[in-house]
């Protein structure tokens, strides 16, 4: 191996068997946080399902992990959750190492066009909630660099004076700290509630 492969910071952290458990050990809590709030939004869902499409099963809950979103270890909570290609319903919960965890109500194909107009009429009702929205041309980006994502205020605002045209999907977002881990699921159900009060009826 050659030298500056592997530094002396780099040696101690693989020497370092604490490491390896603590990380599991917080991935397995926050699995388990995601659990918990996969029941709370199950059961919410009994309360919205007239906004919701008939394709979505309370048992398609899904709960995926990875180590290599922009280098970092990441947790997803996929539910509600239709993705059939180009058409997507999906709230989507996700916790990203060193970031934050985040909230995502992501609309396209079919069933954007079957709520744009309650979503046109009713987005400003999210104003002052700390609401981000995507102007990525796809939606998978979820950090919040400003090429991703701008606040809501200022993406109605923009879209207004003509800034913005209209993309092929919607993809609403909030977050907080990993410091506010305790807020995971109340401020899931909230962001869920948010978003399906959108596209009621």
Request: aromatic fraction near 4%; avoid cysteine.
């Given at each position: 191996?050659?030298?500056?492969?592997?530094?002396?910071?780099?040696?101690?952290?693989?020497?370092?068997?604490?490491?390896?458990?603590?990380?599991?050990?917080?991935?397995?809590?926050?699995?388990?946080?995601?659990?918990?709030?996969?029941?709370?939004?199950?059961?919410?869902s009994l309360d919205f399902s007239s906004q919701m499409p008939f394709l979505v099963d309370s048992r398609h809950q899904k709960i995926s992990r990875g180590e290599n979103y922009k280098g970092m270890p990441y947790l997803i909570l996929d539910y509600p959750r239709i993705f059939d290609g180009e058409d997507v319903f999906a709230f989507r919960s996700m916790f990203l190492w060193g970031h934050f965890f985040s909230f995502s109500f992501q609309l396209s194909g079919v069933y954007l066009e079957r709520y744009r107009l309650q979503l046109e009429e009713r987005l400003h009702t999210l104003q002052n909630k700390d609401y981000y929205y995507c102007i990525h041309e796809t939606p998978w980006e979820y950090t919040y660099h400003p090429e991703n994502y701008i606040l809501l205020e200022r993406y109605l605002l923009e879209k207004e004076n003509g800034v913005f045209s209209a993309r092929p999907f919607v993809k609403i977002s909030r977050k907080i700290n990993l410091a506010e881990w305790k807020k995971v699921s109340p401020m899931g159900c909230e962001t869920f509630a948010d978003c399906l009060g959108l596209i009621k009826p």
């Open positions: 191996m050659e030298e500056g492969v592997l530094g002396a910071a780099h040696l101690k952290l693989i020497e370092d068997l604490s490491y390896v458990r603590l990380k599991q050990e917080a991935m397995s809590g926050i699995v388990e946080l995601f659990g918990a709030l996969a029941v709370d939004l199950s059961r919410m």
